[in-house]
């Protein structure tokens, strides 16, 4: 009873995904519930974590495979809110495509599910097979659409994935092999009794864990698929996609890198390996986004510079020392902020690509006088991903960009501010032509209900951690505190 205890949130999530199926099977003219049946799964999954947080008992399950952190906690809160962005946007374009409503659901929250497990993973093959859990349901969601676009999309995701996926496997058989366990831990004190004399192997297998999770992470130079996943993706998938998995991949590499792989000798080669990765894809992504007038693949470039800054955080836990906490938290800090960010962009864009019918960035003009809330939504998320105050993306910037300078990496911060003002030049080129472009239509429109909810929640996160940033901060450090232990 224990381990069904710890596991409540991720099960009550897979619960209402059933829940959804067997109601849209039995009640086919009653689908407009199964929105509020999905979110009804995850406001329970939230209780029950909450419930833990106020009891603090924290504790591993099934031998030690899973656990129930603080770390694990304030990932369950992100990956819920995430989902519950994402359905409330969802709601419109789901309705109007008017096919397996049930199904689609059932998916996302899946999808929920398996990022809920990843994060609270300290086991090799937990960490499989919860990537796993998460990563199927979204190669078919990535080719959900009804044009040739998304089929293609989610072919592209589907190979793509299966290779990063057995490079993933195979860094974790080498790592098995050499240390005789699956356990984070136990590879940690396998490593820390003998691992020097086997350094060759466990850099081979290393190598593999990074190029396997730099794929979820959509890092350079295995990010050749978001650009044409986030066009031909439906758009809520796109929202998804950008932040869910990009979120469950830094949580589960912070977690391996450090409590499986933190052996000093190690660390030099991985920090060195992350703050190189980080420089090039903030360089690359922000260099692509520029001359893109598709605004899903400016946002999916854009998401591969953000995950550069990422890297920054990963790159200064590694050689902080013993301030690595610092560099962790603002890690965790980025995520939160990132989630707010850009998940409020895509809400905006669902709801004004539907509109205009067209994804081209100059067919944006004027949109300010067509639908100021939403004109004014994403605005306001541009400017907190350009890093500009008062906005959490400028606090998430500062506090990660702090933990480098502290760890010795003030050429990556220098790389990354500047990569800071090149990203400038495009996200506030889309708000110029918004509020200076004359538009095609005279004819104003509103968002509908589900899609004012997401846009309102998503922009006050922005604005409110804005300007009080401080429990979003003390909440990320003390997530990070049982790796200082």
């Known amino acids: 009873m224990n381990g069904i205890d710890v596991l409540g949130p991720q099960l009550s999530v897979l619960v209402a995904a059933g829940v959804v199926l067997v109601a849209d099977a039995l009640f086919p003219g009653q689908r407009r519930i199964l929105p509020f049946l999905a979110l009804a799964g995850l406001l329970t999954a939230a209780l029950w974590t909450t419930s833990w947080v106020g009891r603090g008992d924290y504790q591993t399950v099934f031998h030690g495979t899973i656990a129930l952190d603080r770390y694990a906690v304030f990932f369950q809160y992100v990956f819920a809110g995430v989902t519950a962005t994402v359905i409330l946007a969802s709601i419109d374009w789901v309705s109007r495509e008017g096919r397996r409503q049930g199904e689609y659901y059932a998916l996302v929250l899946t999808v929920c599910g398996g990022l809920m497990f990843l994060a609270g993973a300290r086991d090799l093959i937990t960490i499989f097979i919860a990537l796993e859990l998460s990563s199927i349901p979204q190669y078919i969601l990535a080719g959900w659409g009804k044009d040739s676009k998304s089929s293609e999309a989610g072919l592209k995701y589907l ?155 990963l790159a200064a836990i590694s050689v902080a020392g013993e301030e690595f906490t610092l560099g962790a938290s ?28 067209s994804d081209r960035i100059a067919d944006y003009a004027g949109m300010w006088k067509v639908s100021p809330f939403l004109a004014l939504g994403l605005a ?11 906005t959490v993306g400028f606090w998430a910037k500062l506090y990660i960009f702090n933990a480098a300078v502290r760890a010795d990496l003030v050429w990556l ?4 501010v500047l990569n800071s003002v090149i990203s400038a030049y495009y996200y506030l080129g889309v708000v110029r032509v918004m509020f200076l472009g004359e538009p095609g239509t005279e004819q104003r429109f509103r968002a509908s209900p589900s899609i004012a909810v997401a846009m309102a929640a998503t922009a006050l996160g922005v604005l409110v951690f804005g300007i009080v940033p401080m429990p979003l901060m003390s909440a990320a450090r003390d997530a990070v505190e049982i790796f200082a232990r």
């Not at 490593?191 to 350079?220: C, H, N, P, Q, W």
């Not at 306001?380 to 008062?390: D, E, K, R, Y």
């Not at 911060?413 to 990354?416: E, F, H, K, S, T």
């Open 159 to 313: 190979l793509l994935g299966a290779i990063a996926s057995s490079l993933l496997l195979y860094g974790m058989a080498l790592l098995y092999g050499v240390t005789g366990t699956t356990l984070l831990s136990g590879i940690a004190d396998a490593i820390a009794a003998d691992g020097e004399s086997y350094r060759g192997l466990l850099i081979v297998a290393m190598t593999l864990l990074i190029a396997g999770f730099g794929f979820k992470m959509a890092v350079v130079p295995f990010q050749m698929w978001v650009p044409d996943v986030y066009q031909g993706a439906p758009t809520p998938v796109a929202a998804f996609l950008s932040v869910g998995s990009k979120a469950a991949a830094f949580a589960v590499a912070t977690r391996v890198f450090f409590e499986a792989l933190g052996a000093d000798f190690l660390r030099d080669d991985w920090s060195m390996i992350f703050a190189v990765i980080a420089a090039v894809s903030m360089t690359l992504g922000n260099l692509m986004a520029i001359v893109q007038s598709d605004i899903k693949r400016m946002l999916g470039y854009s998401s591969i510079a953000q995950a550069g800054n990422f890297l920054v955080g």
């Open 380 to 390: 306001f998320c541009l400017v907190s991903l350009t890093g500009i105050p008062p």
């Open 413 to 416: 911060v220098i790389i990354g």
């Open 330 to 357: 603002g890690v965790l800090l980025f995520v939160a902020a990132y989630a707010f960010t850009n998940l409020g962009a895509f809400v905006a864009v669902i709801a004004i690509s539907q509109r205009i019918n």
